[in-house]
Structures are given as C-alpha cells and as structure tokens.
C-alpha cells in the first residue's frame, strides 16, 4: 500500500479540518499518516523520516498575507537538505489551502507548494475536479472555488474552527486525498 505523508500547519485549527479530510481519502486507498508543524516550525527526525520513506507527500497552511505561514516555510526551507540530495525525487506532491477570503491569494500558496515540489523533483499531482461554477452551486458543492492546482478552502474570517471550511471544500479534500494515494497506489504497482 502506498504511504501517504500529510504535513501541514494551521494556526487557528481551520486548515486542521481541511487537513483531517485530505487523511480521510488518502486513508481510504492508502497508509497516510498525518502531521502538524508544531508552532516553532521544527519538526522532529521520526516525521523526517517518515517524510524520507513515503511514496507522496502532501503540503498544507493556511493562506496568510499571501503565501504559506511562516512555520511551513521553515519546514520547506529545512528541507534543503533533502534537495541537495534529491532524495525526495520522484516522489509524488500535493497541497492545500485555506484562507478566510474566497480568492485571499490562495493560489500563491498552491503555487509555492508547486514550486516546493519541482525543486525536489516530485511528481505534482493536480486537484483533477471540475469547478462547481453555476448559478446553483454554492460552498457545499465540490470545488465551488474553481482550482485546479490543489484544494482550496474558504473559512470565512468571523468562524470557528468547528463551523468551518464549508461541507464543500471538506468533500474535495477528501477526494483529492483518495486521488493522491490511488496515483501513488499505482506507482508502486509498476
Ligand atoms: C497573519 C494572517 C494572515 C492572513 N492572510 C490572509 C490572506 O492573505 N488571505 C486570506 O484570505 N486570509 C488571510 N488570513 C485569514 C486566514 O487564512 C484564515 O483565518 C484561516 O482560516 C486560518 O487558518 P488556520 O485556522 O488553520 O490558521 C490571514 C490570517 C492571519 C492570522
């Protein structure tokens, strides 16, 4: 079975449920295993090497001024080492985000784990949904915010982290998860 490394931060537990589905789906065709970037940004060598081990790698933060938090970029930039030796080549990547805004500049952020990922030579693994962008569709429809790079959340900036992102954004993390582990399922059958 492919395993399946999710790592992400959240500052205030929204990206959290976001993260908790993505585990979901990828659990669901997959060994996945989930793990927070402590508020320090350091993580431990037990999740570094489990990071070294996996068949895919999905990066999540929040959306914050515009890009990643600060915490997953010290992750990023800690894995420099890994770089150097291409070691995570050809692995596959994903991410996800969450921001309060519909838009906020979330896709800087999917494409700083895009860039994440090219320099480490991974394979990126693409949302793969159709955007739900017809007069009936609203934020419990899949995708209703139209990406396509990785999977976007809305939690609108007056919610709690129990009412929030939307029904809509938690049913495409979940399926962006399966998508990611059947992919990497399929590489390891080769
Ligand atoms: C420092 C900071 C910067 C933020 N920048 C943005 C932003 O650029 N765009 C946006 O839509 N929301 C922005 N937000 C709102 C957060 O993305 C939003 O509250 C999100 O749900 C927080 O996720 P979390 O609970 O996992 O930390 C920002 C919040 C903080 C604290």
Redesign the pocket.
């Known amino acids: 079975m492919a395993r399946i490394e999710i790592v992400y931060?959240?500052?205030?537990?929204?990206?959290?449920n976001?993260a908790n589905a993505v585990f979901e789906g990828a659990s669901e065709a997959g060994d996945a295993r989930l793990t927070v970037i402590p508020e320090d940004g350091a993580i431990n060598e037990v999740t570094w090497s489990a990071l070294d081990a996996a068949d895919a790698i999905i990066f999540g933060?929040?959306?914050?001024?515009?890009?990643p938090?600060w915490q997953f970029k010290r992750f990023a930039d800690e894995s420099s080492e890994r770089w150097m030796a291409q070691s995570w080549k050809n692995k596959f990547a994903a991410g996800f985000t969450?921001?309060?805004?519909?838009?906020?500049?979330?896709g800087e952020t999917i494409n700083y784990f895009r860039t994440l990922a090219g320099q480490q030579g991974m394979l990126w693994v693409p949302l793969g949904q159709m955007p739900s962008n017809a007069m009936t569709h609203g934020p419990t429809d899949r995708n209703w915010l139209g990406g396509s790079g990785g999977a976007l959340?809305?939690?609108p900036?007056d919610?709690s982290?129990e009412q929030?992102?939307h029904a809509g954004d938690l049913a495409s993390a979940r399926e962006y998860g399966r998508r990611v582990a059947v992919i990497a399922e399929t590489k390891i059958a080769a």
């Open positions: 931060f959240s500052g205030y537990g929204h990206t959290t976001q933060s929040p959306t914050y001024m515009g890009g938090a969450n921001s309060a805004s519909p838009v906020g500049d979330k959340a809305q939690s900036s919610t982290a929030a992102p």
